[in-house]
């Protein structure tokens, strides 16, 4: 069984979208979206994203990290689905549903209203999400917020002095959290700009994270450090990211189709 793919990123965050809107595929496992990841052995991606039906929305989108596991929610792989599909609208997901609207070059997302109860984040016990009582070495005192994912957001002077390598995999396999952690850098380049480094869980490091950058200006805006829009650069490049106390969050930003080609299913399964 051979099944087409189409190749995308979102500032260099990359992407194998599998697309079963009008033909079933066999039953994604982490096995089959590991091996599609492997950069040597597979296609290679941050994060296979599938294509499926749905009863409530115009259609589901699911998003496997390139370990394997599920993500609820992944911004720039979101953006590369509204570009993919070319026209407005409202797909499900596993964090919730979120709004697509294609731009030229690129897509804004309603990514939905960010969680800070600390069992929807979800923590393993409860604390203060805005100033949370924690640290790993340099890395002290986040603040913690749902996207449709787990993340912590660390404010720092310099965030490109920080060894994410190394701290960012401790960070997310810490118990405190019970379903990992995205792990966010960032430091203040004005009121309206921050420079950011995501440790992406199941991923790594990547050039780029659209939930980390939601995630972060959110962060940013409830702490008073940044106000609404917030630029938001990552080594991949710059998103926009909009967001009002009780709104939903608005991320705005490019995308682009690599390349499409097909794979025996069997190959990798």
């Not at 309603?110 to 949370?132: E, H, T």
């Not at 939930?211 to 998103?239: E, H, N, Q, W």
Request: glycine letters at 10%.
């Amino acid at each position: 069984m051979r099944v087409p793919f189409i190749k995308m990123h979102g500032l260099g965050n990359d992407f194998v979208v599998l697309d079963a809107r009008d033909n079933s595929l066999p039953a994604m496992t982490p096995q089959v979206a590991r091996a599609l990841a492997d950069r040597r052995l597979g296609i290679g991606c941050d994060q296979v994203v599938l294509l499926e039906p749905s009863e409530t929305c115009d259609f589901r989108v699911r998003f496997f990290n390139a370990d394997g596991s599920e993500s609820g929610a992944c911004g720039n792989g979101s953006r590369a689905v509204a570009l993919l599909h070319g026209a407005h609208a409202v797909v499900e997901t596993a964090g919730g549903p979120i709004t697509l609207e294609p731009l030229s070059g690129g897509a804004q997302v309603d990514m939905g209203s960010p969680r800070f109860d600390w069992d929807a984040i979800p923590l393993a016990y409860a604390m203060d999400i805005f100033a949370m009582p924690v640290g790993w070495d340099v890395l002290q005192s986040p603040m913690a917020v749902s996207v449709g994912n787990p993340h912590v957001v660390f404010f720092v002077e310099n965030a490109d002095a920080v060894d994410l390598a190394s701290l960012g995999p401790v960070i997310e396999h810490d118990p405190l959290f019970p379903e990992r952690v995205n792990v966010n850098v960032a430091s203040l380049a004005g009121r309206d700009h921050l420079t950011l480094h995501v440790w992406e869980r199941g991923a790594g490091l990547t050039r780029a994270c659209g939930s980390g950058a939601c995630a972060t200006a959110v962060a940013a805006i409830r702490k008073g450090l940044a106000a609404s829009p917030v630029r938001v650069s990552l080594p991949g490049g710059d998103l926009t990211i909009a967001w009002q106390p009780g709104g939903t969050i608005l991320m705005r930003g490019p995308a682009n189709e690599s390349f499409r080609g097909t794979f025996a299913w069997d190959d990798y399964a």
